[in-house]
């Protein structure tokens, strides 16, 4: 969970930067989605390390998806007579929302790619063959924003206990003061990625990214 | 004061179970949570039902025998065990829901009472030192810094009670086996085992069906000897420092 889960941090950080490169116009961002694919050439092939990554990224969610649906089961098993009553005491909301809030990324990163990279679907029906003008399409859709945003607070969430924990799973928090500074990790980890990715969205509905 | 008890009541481990519901006058605010059991099961016997059965043992909260879920909280609203809570944590007319820890690897015996003997099978697994016995050695002989003294002391203080399993969402013993861990592994006694130790712990905790350990937290804040959750930290990196090592 730890291990595939830091490389998900480190692609999601990526991926927000990338998309801020919206705010730099049309040129910018077009040019920056080609110079995804052309990256290492000659020595890579065309598109070359973004399949490399593409491969690291599957293998991850396999793993990441495999360890949580073994946790689940296990928690399942171990306790199959459920409390009448039981309170929640010292668990954040997010910690308790990790199984829930993973499935719902993953819904939505099945939408998403079939939005922006496998189908390249557009709501408004305008061209899907320039990357900047489909994303500018896709959030002048107010329901897509709502969804983006819903996402993107599910995904603000699953950051918030998942920097924590994956510092714990990995022995390094083996005192209070470095148990406070990985808390304190997560929500800074959590609010820049999801803040940083829900800026494109609402800048486009609210007018200000245009095509 | 008076109370009003739902209580889980289960004739054996195979017999299904179901929640009771007893009213009980006379409580006095100065009563340990025991003792107002204790004065139910005087009223039970008086009518000639079966009294509830628990586990209690030193009533001084140092054995870990006296462990019930109190209103949906491990060991009731204050941070110490059964035994040490006082109905004057109450106030007249509540009710009091008790059932008894929640977890397929402490299967229930009767009523409250819970076979906890997966723990002693954790313990057995590693959760020891093995040393000559005899004529104790000079202490000075093997200096011990102080910080890892206090901090093998503080979580030494792990009475097993199982708080933490029946607290935990995912009903994990994690908190149980990274005390055991941490106090040992702090000392220089602790250390040729250190890497057999956590293996054949996890191995066995595993094994017990407990649940694995997802960092939520509900242990620690249940745990009546506040043990902190950097011991399953301390848990994790000696379980990766033994699989380096080749265990």
């Known amino acids: 969970m730890a291990a595939s889960g830091i490389i998900f941090i480190g692609f999601v950080l990526l991926h927000m930067y990338g998309n801020l490169k919206a705010f730099s116009g049309h040129d910018a961002y077009n040019e920056y989605a080609e110079h995804l694919r052309t990256i290492g050439e000659p020595m890579l092939p065309r598109e070359g390390l973004l399949w490399i990554i593409r491969a690291v990224l599957i293998v991850s969610l396999v793993v990441h998806v495999y360890s949580a649906a073994k946790l689940w089961r296990r928690s399942n098993h171990a306790r199959t007579q459920r409390y009448v009553v039981k309170k929640n005491l010292a668990s954040s909301f997010s910690s308790r929302w990790m199984r829930w809030g993973g499935l719902t990324i993953l819904l939505f990163l099945i939408w998403h790619l079939v939005n922006f990279t496998i189908g390249k679907v557009n709501v408004s029906g305008g061209a899907t063959n320039d990357p900047y003008n489909l994303l500018v399409d896709t959030f002048d859709t107010w329901w897509m924003t709502i969804i983006y945003l819903v996402a993107m607070f599910a995904l603000g969430m699953h950051l918030h206990h998942g920097v924590w924990s994956s510092a714990q799973t990995l022995g390094l928090t083996n005192n209070a003061r470095a148990r406070r500074n990985a808390k304190a990790l997560g929500w800074i980890v959590a609010v820049v990625i999801a803040g940083g990715f829900s800026l494109v969205p609402i800048f486009v509905l609210a007018g200000v990214i245009t095509k | 004061m008076k109370v009003t008890l739902k209580i889980w009541r289960q004739p054996d481990s195979v017999s299904p179970g179901a929640m009771h519901t007893y009213e009980l006058d006379g409580v006095s605010e100065d009563m340990s949570f025991l003792e107002m059991l204790d004065v139910l099961n005087e009223d039970l016997i008086v009518k000639g039902e079966d009294p509830v059965a628990f586990d209690s043992d030193c009533r001084e909260g140092i054995c870990g025998m006296c462990g019930l879920m109190i209103n949906g909280q491990a060991h009731g609203p204050e941070v110490t065990t059964t035994c040490q809570l006082h109905m004057r944590s109450f106030k007249d007319g509540d009710e009091i829901v008790i059932e008894p820890w929640r977890s397929d690897a402490f299967p229930v015996v009767k009523d409250l009472v819970v076979d ?102 509900e242990c620690t804040a249940a745990c009546p000897k506040e043990i902190p959750l950097d011991v399953i930290s301390r848990l994790n990196w000696d379980l990766h420092a033994a699989l380096r090592h080749g265990h």
Do not use: Y
């Not at chain 2, 723990?119 to 959760?127: E, S």
């Not at chain 2, 979580?155 to 933490?164: L, P, R």
């Not at chain 2, 250190?194 to 712990?201: F, P």
């Open chain 2, 116 to 217: 906890r003997g997966a723990f002693d099978r954790i313990i057995q697994a590693g959760g020891f030192i093995s040393v000559n016995t005899g004529s104790a050695p000079e202490a000075h002989s093997v200096p011990v810094p102080r910080e890892d003294a206090i901090r093998a002391f503080n979580v030494a203080t792990c009475i097993g009670c199982g708080a933490c399993v029946a607290a935990c969402p995912n009903g994990s013993a994690s908190l149980f086996m990274g005390a055991k861990i941490t106090h040992l592994g702090e000392l220089p006694q602790g250390q040729p085992e250190r890497d057999s130790r956590v293996v054949g712990m996890v191995a066995q905790h595993d094994a017990e069906g407990f649940g694995g350990c997802t960092n939520i937290g």
